[in-house]
């Protein structure tokens, strides 16, 4: 059973930081691909960051230089660090694993980011 809880949202104001936590259960973060997705009101959702299960990372142009994700195999934690924040960072944020012996992803309920002065 895979299981993905996140937590470390709030609000906080523009240039802030805030570090989004994301519980897995036992054994996912070193067998799976692990990402970080936001999704604003009226707007698709969209790619913030990855890390594979091999460690190589990604991040989205839009938040590049301000966002750093990584991971923790022994706590079966990701993270998710967020510097400089900016208005256009609002947004419910999930956690997502892609289990190398699964053809289909897994998600977390969301940790709500507001950006606001």
């Known amino acids: 059973q895979v299981q993905l809880v996140e937590s470390g949202g709030g609000s906080v104001q523009p240039g802030g930081s805030l570090r989004l936590s994301c519980a897995t259960s036992g054994g996912i973060v070193s067998n799976s691909d692990m990402g970080w997705h936001r999704q604003a009101p009226g707007k698709q959702r969209e790619l913030v960051a990855s890390?594979?299960?091999?460690?190589?990372?990604n991040i989205a142009d839009s938040v590049k230089g301000r966002f750093t994700i990584s991971r923790d195999i022994a706590k079966n934690t990701v993270y998710l660090q967020m510097n400089s924040l900016k208005p256009e960072d609002t947004a419910l944020y999930y956690c997502?694993?892609?289990?190398?012996?699964?053809?289909?992803?897994?998600w977390g309920q969301g940790t709500q980011v507001t950006v606001s002065s």
């Open positions: 890390i594979t299960m091999y460690g190589f990372t």
């Open positions: 997502n694993a892609r289990p190398r012996t699964s053809l289909y992803p897994f």
